[in-house]
């Protein structure tokens, strides 16, 4: 399979406990981004790498979230001391420059906050 | 601020013509996506305008207005298979996707 894979599909934590999730693109693919979704709601963007560089991350994103991408191939996204509101699907996308620029998703990672 | 609106949900019957209409205001435009989501599932690729007017891509239909900020998602033929969620999204002046919320259509037999 030479999708996006994301890796855990399901991660139940408590409260205060740190989360990492991993996104492995496409391999040709040099965009990375990280979304998060809620029921009933479209894609929030997270953060978007091109390579190994971090070029943009949301305002909405606290400082107990992080993400990095060392090697411009997998990337991470952990989250730190969560809470009940982080409980969402993460989804990881990836695409190749150029203007159309098609997203490409894996299947997410739900996470559920006690 | 950006916005993109589009119907919470619509309903249509097996085999009939729906039309889903998207309308957006964002920080300049760099191409608008439409992407299918089934429950639970990741969104994925059906469409991309950025040009005026209607491209066709078999059952599937999508339409541009640039000047309106306009575009609507074209189904035709429709199979139950087609109950998801339909996601309108623009790239905007930084090349980056803004989302609607997304129609959810529910296909009736």
């Known amino acids: 399979d030479t999708g996006v894979s994301q890796d855990p599909r399901h991660k139940i934590t408590k409260r205060g406990q740190n989360v990492t999730f991993r996104c492995d693109p496409i391999s040709e693919h040099n965009r990375l981004y990280w979304y998060r979704q809620t029921l009933g709601q479209g894609p929030e963007f997270l953060t978007y790498f091109q390579n190994e560089a971090q070029l943009e991350k949301s305002r909405l994103l606290s400082d107990r979230f992080s993400a990095e991408r060392p090697k411009g191939s997998f990337s991470t996204l952990e989250i730190q001391r969560t809470e009940q509101g982080d409980s969402a699907m993460y989804l990881c996308?990836?695409?190749?420059?150029?203007?159309?620029?098609?997203?490409?998703f894996g299947e997410g990672s739900r996470l559920t906050v006690l | 601020g950006q916005n993109i609106d589009q119907p919470t949900e619509m309903t249509a019957t097996e085999g009939a013509i729906v039309q889903i209409n998207c309308t957006y205001q964002t920080s300049g435009f760099n191409g608008l996506f439409w992407y299918q989501q089934h429950a639970g599932e990741a969104p994925t690729f059906l469409s991309y305008?950025?040009l005026d007017g209607l491209e066709e891509k078999g059952r599937f239909s999508s339409f541009l207005s640039r000047s309106k900020g306009y575009s609507y998602l074209l189904l035709k033929e429709l199979q139950m298979k087609d109950s998801a969620s339909y996601l309108c999204a623009v790239k905007d002046s930084n090349y980056q996707l803004i989302w609607g919320a997304g129609t959810k259509l529910i296909i009736k037999p």
């Open positions: 996308a990836s695409s190749r420059d150029g203007e159309a620029g098609e997203l490409f």
């Open positions: 305008n950025v």
